[in-house]
């Protein structure tokens, strides 16, 4: 009976070692394989920055393609990514979708100084009516800094440790008594709420905030799902208006612009965030 339980046992560790290596061995080729897209898309896009006129489009609409294939085909979503992606795509004159991935980036590394940088000029020129800005924005920037200075990676590994330290400093305060250890447990709860606040005000962002932009260069809204109702506005909105998803028909989506109109816009028009 032992035996037939140890060579069971055997043969689990046995199968459990082989999916270990199998696993390690296909996220290294993973890598290698993310690795050498990442370089070619690298390539593409300073070979791009030496050329003027449309091969200059041509290659930066190449190199955000290939960048793009690693958030599409190999499942990847880092801030730094999305940003050479909104390069790419504004550098070959594509304001909507470069305005489109800046912003997905931010919600990742919104303090990253050339990002928001980047942003502001693809911003420009867009001549939507915005809405009020709030006065306390700055101020809010200044006392919560944190969560815009720091990524959203960073955030949550901070949160990981820090409550990690808080059940760690109470376990050895069962044996030893010490004010630096009720201290570690006090600041360790402190930096638990303060990153805990903020990875999830990120995360309910990314995860139920509907936000889009309009990618294409020029899109008709109107006042209904369909071709049929009449035009919202006399003029189009330009590639690179941000808005708020608030409802969907088919094709057709409703939208909320910063000035808080409410209207309709093919889903094909515009993307995501």
């Given at each position: 009976?032992?035996?037939?339980?140890?060579?069971?046992?055997?043969?689990?560790?046995?199968?459990?070692?082989?999916?270990?290596?199998v696993t390690v061995f296909a996220e290294s080729e993973q890598q290698t394989e993310s690795k050498g897209i990442f370089l070619q898309a690298q390539e593409t896009f300073k070979k791009a920055q030496?050329?003027?006129?449309?091969?200059?489009?041509?290659?930066?609409?190449?190199?955000?393609?290939?960048?793009?294939?690693?958030?599409?085909?190999?499942?990847?979503?880092?801030?730094?990514?999305?940003?050479?992606?909104?390069?790419?795509?504004?550098?070959?004159?594509?304001?909507?979708?470069?305005?489109?991935?800046?912003?997905?980036?931010?919600?990742?590394?919104?303090?990253?100084?050339?990002?928001?940088?980047?942003?502001?000029?693809?911003?420009?020129?867009?001549?939507?009516?915005?809405?009020?800005?709030?006065?306390?924005?700055?101020?809010?920037?200044?006392?919560?800094?944190?969560?815009?200075?720091?990524?959203?990676?960073?955030?949550?590994?901070?949160?990981?440790?820090?409550?990690?330290?808080?059940?760690?400093?109470?376990?050895?305060?069962?044996?030893?008594?010490?004010?630096?250890?009720?201290?570690?447990?006090?600041?360790?709860?402190?930096?638990?709420?303060?990153?805990?606040?903020?990875?999830?005000?990120?995360?309910?962002?990314?995860?139920?905030?509907?936000?889009?932009?309009?990618?294409?260069?020029?899109?008709?809204?109107?006042?209904?799902p369909g071709k049929t109702y009449g035009k919202f506005y006399d003029q189009p909105l330009p590639g690179g208006t941000e808005f708020r998803i608030m409802e969907t028909q088919g094709e057709w989506?409703?939208?909320?612009?910063?000035?808080?109109?409410?209207?309709?816009?093919?889903?094909?028009?515009?993307?995501?965030?």
């Open positions: 009976m032992f035996k037939m339980k140890k060579q069971k046992f055997s043969y689990l560790v046995i199968c459990l070692g082989l999916f270990l290596v030496g050329q003027s006129g449309e091969q200059k489009r041509m290659n930066m609409l190449k190199a955000a393609g290939q960048f793009e294939a690693l958030v599409e085909e190999q499942g990847i979503e880092n801030g730094y990514l999305y940003y050479n992606i909104g390069n790419a795509y504004h550098e070959a004159g594509e304001k909507g979708k470069a305005i489109l991935y800046y912003l997905k980036a931010k919600r990742l590394i919104p303090g990253f100084t050339d990002l928001n940088y980047n942003l502001g000029i693809a911003r420009e020129g867009i001549h939507v009516p915005e809405g009020k800005k709030i006065w306390w924005d700055d101020i809010k920037k200044g006392i919560l800094f944190w969560h815009y200075l720091l990524d959203y990676d960073t955030r949550r590994i901070i949160l990981i440790c820090s409550f990690s330290f808080i059940w760690i400093f109470l376990t050895i305060s069962i044996v030893l008594r010490s004010f630096l250890l009720r201290g570690g447990v006090i600041l360790s709860l402190i930096l638990s709420v303060l990153f805990g606040g903020s990875y999830l005000v990120s995360a309910y962002q990314i995860h139920f905030i509907k936000s889009g932009v309009i990618t294409k260069q020029q899109s008709i809204v109107r006042k209904g989506w409703k939208i909320k612009l910063q000035n808080d109109d409410e209207l309709w816009i093919k889903s094909d028009e515009a993307g995501t965030i």
